[in-house]
C-alpha cells in the first residue's frame, strides 16, 4: 500500500527542487505540497496510479 502523504511529499520536494533557482517565484512547502495533491489527483482521474514497483 503507498502511503498518501509520503507521495505528496516525494512530489511537494520535487517542485521545490525546481523552484530553487528562481528566488523571483520561490514556493513554499505548503503550497508545493497542495500542487502535488492536485498533480495526485489528476493522475487519478485520468485513471493513472503511483504505487510501488515491484523488485524483479
Do not use: T, W
Not at 523552484?19 to 502535488?36: L, P, T, V, W
Amino acid at each position: 500500500m503507498v502511503d498518501q502523504h509520503q507521495v505528496n511529499s516525494i512530489i511537494a520536494d520535487a517542485i521545490c527542487e525546481c523552484f530553487k533557482d528562481h528566488s523571483e517565484r520561490s514556493i513554499g512547502f505548503e503550497e508545493a505540497k497542495q500542487m502535488a495533491k492536485c498533480v495526485v489527483e489528476a493522475l487519478a482521474d485520468a485513471r493513472l496510479e503511483i504505487r510501488v514497483r515491484q523488485q524483479d
